[in-house]
């Protein structure tokens, strides 16, 4: 096959193929900064609920700001700013780092969420059989509260993985940015678009549907 | 032992524990009654170091309660707490909410905890439950629960914070024939209670509590009958 031929071409077999692989990217950075993001952001519930003075004054309007400016501003300021203090990231990392404060910013709203959700008889109780601080927070405040947020949590991974489109602006060929590619060659946006949601739900149903799952067990 | 001397206890400018002197001997039953408000709840919270105190002392078996040194997660296995909410583990089956604290704090291994934990569920008459969840259990099933969630540590005090008040009146009598139980056994226990028939059969000693000053002490006969206190006859004369 001639590079000049296909140019123009139609879409082929080989373009599914070449989506599919996006698929997987979009899944990988999404995975990453979802994983970091849950951990950073756990955290910083915890020091929210905990309401330490330097915590509500200096994290609070912190991941306000990530929380409210469009990701995709902070996705090219980050980009372009970087290399000015010395960081000189890829697309890929550079998306990383930026969806894991987002998703860090969102979860640490819904991590306070849940351990306001266990509330402090429970507690009580728990440190009364002689638990310690931590071991209430792992086996009892985690569990319970995790449960209490789950479904609120599994909604931020989802919007996080449809965000992930927006490091392509960057340049890192995702799913999104596949389908450009893919429709500047072919003109065949339809298809093309079509296909790539049709991979996006893929990636999210089965998400969906293992969470409804579990949460129809905890129900129990 | 539990030696409470000169106990003050304020929530911010709150004085809610006026200097509390009180000893409860091993194997006695201890009934506080009083209003709501009194101190009642804040004088058990003192007892199991859950609130700090701001004057005075508590021991428990010559351990003082609030010293620095005190370790205090050891201390607190002695002393078993029931509270008005019963507070069971929703995502634990009955016999792993009193399972989990004798494996993580105790250090049992798996196969013991749940020993003590079917023990003690059969103890107080949950030995049909022990894999059902909290979900599907009564109110009073839950604070008998809640009863065996405490024997598991093998404490030899029990706090009893009005542990039946949040049930509907129908479950009452299940968890107060537990306590009874208990204290037939021979439990030294604290029980803060409005339930007054509880407190006269039951109770070795009944104590009233009246804006957070132990106005009086006595056996049920004494106060129940001869109370000193015109506020612990009043009191008595509203519960009635
Ligand atoms: N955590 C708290 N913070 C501030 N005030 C409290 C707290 N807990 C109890 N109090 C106050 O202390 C007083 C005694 O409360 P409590 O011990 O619960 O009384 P009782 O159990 O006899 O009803 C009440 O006035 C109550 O409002
Ligand atoms: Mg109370």
């Not at chain 1, 931020?156 to 999104?176: N, Q």
């Not at chain 2, 804040?42 to 859950?50: E, R, S």
Request: hydrophobic residues 45%.
């Amino acid at each position: 096959m001639q590079p000049t031929v296909s140019f123009f071409s139609g879409f082929n077999i080989n373009d599914l193929w070449f989506l599919g692989e996006a698929a997987l990217r979009t899944l990988w950075i999404s995975v990453l900064s979802i994983s970091i993001g849950t951990v950073i952001g756990v955290v910083c519930g915890w020091l929210l609920y905990e309401g330490k003075l330097a915590a509500t004054l200096t994290l609070a309007p912190v991941l306000d700001i990530f929380r409210s400016v469009p990701l995709i501003i902070q996705l090219v300021l980050f980009y372009n700013f970087a290399p000015i203090v010395g960081l000189n990231l890829d697309p890929f990392a550079s998306g990383v780092v930026i969806l894991s404060i987002y998703t860090a910013a969102l979860v640490a709203n819904v991590a306070r969420g849940g351990i306001e959700a266990v509330g402090d008889p429970m507690r009580r109780a728990a440190r009364s059989l002689g638990m310690t601080y931590w071991q209430d927070l792992r086996y009892v405040v985690f569990p319970i509260g995790g449960r209490a947020v789950f479904p609120a949590w599994v909604g931020v991974a989802l919007g996080v993985m449809k965000d992930s489109a927006l490091v392509s602006v960057l340049g890192y060929v995702e799913l999104l940015k596949a389908s450009q590619i893919l429709i500047t060659r072919t003109q065949e946006p339809f298809l093309i678009l079509t296909i790539a949601g049709a991979f996006y739900f893929a990636l999210s149903y089965p998400i969906s549907r293992y969470s409804a799952s579990l949460e129809k067990r905890w129900a129990q | 032992m539990i030696e409470i001397r000169d106990l003050h206890k304020y929530f911010g400018s709150l004085h809610v524990l006026k200097g509390i002197d009180l000893d409860v001997q091993k194997g006695e039953v201890l009934s506080v009654i009083g209003a709501s408000g009194s101190g009642k709840s804040t004088l058990l919270y003192c007892i199991n170091g859950l609130e700090p105190i701001q004057q005075g002392s508590v021991r428990v078996d010559g351990i003082d309660v609030h010293a620095k040194g005190t370790d205090i997660n050891k201390l607190r296995t002695k002393l078993g707490m029931v509270f008005q909410q019963w507070n069971s583990f929703p995502h634990l089956t009955a016999l792993e909410n009193v399972a989990l604290a004798p494996k993580i704090v105790k250090g049992k291994s798996r196969d013991e905890a749940r020993d003590i934990a079917a023990k003690q569920l059969t103890h107080v008459g949950l030995g049909e439950k022990l894999n059902v969840f909290p979900s599907s259990l009564s109110g009073g099933q839950q604070q008998r629960l809640a009863i065996a969630r405490a024997l598991a540590m093998e404490p030899e005090y029990m706090l009893f914070d009005e542990a039946t008040s949040a049930l509907d009146p129908e479950l009452v009598g299940e968890v107060l024939d537990t306590m009874r139980l208990l204290a037939e056994e021979g439990m030294t226990m604290i029980c803060v209670t409005h339930e007054m028939g509880f407190a006269r059969d039951v109770s070795d000693r009944v104590a009233f509590f009246h804006q957070g000053v132990m106005e009086e002490i006595g056996p049920p006969a004494q106060i129940f009958s001869e109370a000193q206190s015109e506020h612990t006859r009043k009191f008595l004369a509203n519960v009635r």
